[in-house]
């Protein structure tokens, strides 16, 4: 529901909660960041959170829903934090598909960044004698959360059957090509990116279970909607014979797999 217009932006409660919901993960640590995918664009400002070994990026502080993420889980390098022409620290992530550029406030902000995003990545806390140990304390703490978190996805799925539990979706990281839009965004957002994929995984209208859009050119652009049902544990693609699968990833993949590779996961990063 809208909130009141006599209250101008939503509780921080509620923007925890939605949050929390739509992403599935812990939140570890968050702040303002500059971001940069690749050299060839403009730095921009996001509120950042740091949820299991994901980067989730808002347009604003207060925003319900995050505009882009990385998956930062198969981070192969981060170089040293060093400081550029205005003051900033900045310091670039080495992920298989590509650079990501961060630039923080200053030195001791940009390490302490630097230092969470090791912690979950590497699974320990980095030896960097600049961190203070109340930031050191915190690392470690998260360290002991990565690891629990770790150990619920790998026993999971071997026990989610026998035992009442969340839906896999807060267990798991969400697929790549999941995003936080509308119906009508997520078909603006196909139209003009067809190089980044052609399926789209979005929250449903009941804002409970999930939709997958897809656009396919055959002679013209073809547009589809499916409903997905979230069930206990499992998701059910509302089909003419209905499909039940154990997680939204699967969801994805049997798109994928049904049409031969034809239908492909819309992801930012690859375009």
């Not at 960044?113 to 961190?131: A, C, N, Y």
């Amino acid at each position: 529901r809208e909130q009141p217009e006599e209250t101008p932006q939503p509780p921080p409660r509620r923007i925890f909660q939605e949050r929390q919901r739509i992403t599935g993960l812990p939140l570890y640590f968050q702040g303002y960041l500059s971001v940069r995918h690749s050299r060839c664009q403009e730095f921009r400002v996001y509120w950042t959170e740091l949820r299991g070994t994901m980067l989730f990026f808002y347009d604003y502080k207060k925003a319900l829903t995050y505009s882009q993420k990385s998956d930062i889980s198969a981070l192969t390098s981060a170089t040293d934090v060093y400081p550029d022409e205005n003051g900033s620290a900045q310091f670039i992530l080495m992920l298989p598909n590509g650079e990501l550029e961060l630039k923080a406030d200053d030195c001791e902000c940009g390490k302490e960044w630097k230092g969470f995003i090791l912690t979950v990545t590497q699974l320990s806390v980095p030896l960097d004698e600049s961190l203070l140990p109340g930031q050191l304390t915190r690392m470690h703490e998260v360290l002991e959360k990565e690891k629990k978190r770790r150990i619920t996805l790998n026993s999971g799925s071997s026990t989610s059957l026998n035992r009442k539990s969340p839906p896999s979706s807060t267990l798991t990281t969400m697929p790549a090509c999941f995003y936080a839009v509308s119906r009508q965004e997520a078909m603006e957002m196909l139209e003009k990116n067809p190089s980044c994929g052609n399926l789209i995984l979005r929250p449903g209208s009941d804002s409970k279970n999930y939709a997958i859009t897809t656009r396919q050119t055959l002679d013209v652009p073809c547009l589809k909607h499916y409903r997905v049902l979230s069930k206990g544990t499992s998701y059910v693609i509302e089909l003419e014979r209905q499909v039940m699968l154990p997680s939204l990833q699967d969801v994805v993949n049997y798109f994928v797999t049904q049409t031969r590779g034809n239908l492909k996961p819309f992801v930012i990063q690859t375009c």
